[in-house]
C-alpha cells in the first residue's frame, strides 16, 4: 500500500466520492467520521495544520485514512484527530475492514518517515471501546518502536432498545416506569405537540430557537454557545445531516409555546442525543424535558433503532432511563 499526505482542506473535495464508503454500518460510532462532520468541523472549529494521510492499494483503491491534523503548542507539535475534541463523541482512524491491520502500518510507517510533517506525540481523544484504534493500532505503533498510553476518557451511557416501546418501559424499574407513564399522560392532559423538524421547516429558524432554549437550560451551555465557531459550525453541520437524512431536531410544545428540544442523529442502528434545550421556568412542572425525552426513545424504536445513545456523560437520568456504560478512550504515541 501507499500514502499520500494532504494538508490543505482541499483533501475534503478530493476524497468526497470516497470517504463515506470506508465507513462499516455495523461500527455506527463512526457517525463523527463522516466527510460531512469532519470537512464541516474543520472549517468553523479547526486549529494547527491539516494532516490527512490517505492509503491506497496497488490498485489506486483507497483503502484507509488518517484524519489527522498538527497542533504546536509551546514548540510541542502533536497530531490530533480532526475533531478533537469538545463537540465530537467518538473519534477513530479509518480503515477498510479487511485489511486494518494494513492500514494502520501504512499510516505509521509514513507519519515516522522523511515525508511526514514533524510531530512529537499523538494524542487521538475519543476512542470507542470497540473500535480498532483502540484495540489494534496500539499494537501496531508498539511493533513500530513507539510508546503507547492509553487512558480512561469518559463514559457513554446506551440503552439497548427492544422492538416496542412498551417492552421498554417494561425493562425499567418499577418505580421510573410508573413515573415516565404518568409524566407523559400528564403532559398530553395539557395538549403537548412534538415535531421533528423536516424539509418543511425553515431549519436555521428552528436552530435559532433550538440555541434559545440550550442558553435557558444551563450557565455552561449558555457559555459554550459563546465559544467562537460553535452556533457558525452548527449551524452548517444542521444543513449538512438534515441533506444526508441524519438530523433529527426535536421540539415539544405546550400551548404553543416551545418547551424542550432535542439534537440527535440517527445513524445506522444508533440514535444520538447529541445536545438538548430546555425552558426550566415555563411548564416546568409538567417535566418536559422527560416527556420529549420519552417521545425520543419511542421515535428510535420505531425507527428500529437497537441503540439509544446518550452520548458523553455519566448523569443520573441516562441510567434511570435504562442505559449501560460504554467507554471512550485517549489513545497517546510517542517516539521512544
Not at 101 to 127: H, I, R, Y
Not at 163 to 188: G, I, M, V
Not at 201 to 210: G, M, P, Y
Not at 214 to 221: E, G, I, L
Request: charged content about 25%; proline content about 4%; aromatic content about 12%.
Amino acid at each position: 500500500m501507499k500514502a499520500e499526505l494532504y494538508t490543505t482542506e482541499a483533501v475534503f473535495d478530493v476524497l468526497k466520492d470516497e470517504w463515506d464508503s470506508l465507513l462499516s454500518p455495523e461500527q455506527s460510532t463512526d457517525f463523527f467520521m463522516t466527510l460531512g462532520w469532519q470537512s464541516t468541523w474543520w472549517k468553523h472549529l479547526g486549529r494547527g495544520t491539516l494532516a490527512v494521510v490517505a492509503v491506497r492499494d496497488d490498485n489506486d483503491v483507497l483503502q484507509g485514512i488518517g484524519p489527522w491534523f498538527v497542533e504546536e503548542v509551546d514548540d510541542l507539535r502533536t497530531v490530533r484527530t480532526i475533531g478533537c475534541k469538545d463537540v465530537s463523541d467518538y473519534l477513530s482512524c479509518i480503515a477498510h475492514t479487511d485489511c486494518q491491520g494494513e492500514v494502520f502500518k501504512t499510516l505509521l510507517d509514513f507519519m515516522l518517515s522523511s515525508d511526514a510533517p514533524q510531530w512529537n506525540s499523538f494524542s487521538l481523544c475519543n476512542v470507542p471501546q470497540n473500535s480498532p484504534t483502540l484495540s489494534l493500532l496500539p499494537q501496531i505503533a508498539q511493533k513500530c518502536g513507539l510508546t503507547v498510553d492509553i487512558q480512561d476518557e469518559d463514559v457513554c451511557p446506551v440503552v439497548h432498545l427492544p422492538d416496542s416501546y412498551e417492552k421498554y418501559l417494561e425493562s425499567l424499574d418499577k418505580k421510573q416506569r410508573h413515573e415516565l407513564r404518568r409524566k407523559h399522560r400528564r403532559a398530553e392532559e395539557y395538549g403537548v405537540n412534538c415535531y421533528i423538524v423536516g424539509p418543511e421547516h425553515n431549519l436555521d429558524e428552528e436552530i435559532d430557537a433550538f440555541f434559545q432554549l440550550m442558553a435557558m437550560s444551563t450557565p455552561d451551555k449558555a457559555a459554550f454557545l459563546q465559544e467562537p465557531g460553535h452556533k457558525s459550525f452548527f449551524h452548517e453541520m444542521g444543513h449538512v445531516m438534515l441533506d444526508k437524512g441524519y438530523l433529527e431536531l426535536m421540539f415539544l410544545t405546550i400551548e404553543g409555546q416551545r418547551a424542550a428540544a432535542m439534537w440527535q442523529f440517527a445513524y445506522h442502528n444508533r440514535m444520538m442525543l447529541y445536545n438538548s434545550g430546555l425552558n426550566p421556568v415555563a411548564f416546568s412542572a409538567l417535566s418536559p424535558g422527560i416527556v420529549l425525552l420519552t417521545y425520543s426513545v419511542e421515535d428510535a424504536i420505531q425507527r428500529r433503532c437497537t441503540l439509544y445513545d446518550f452520548l458523553q456523560g455519566n448523569e443520573e437520568y441516562k441510567y434511570r432511563m435504562g442505559a449501560v456504560t460504554t467507554t471512550v478512550h485517549n489513545v497517546n504515541f510517542r517516539r521512544a
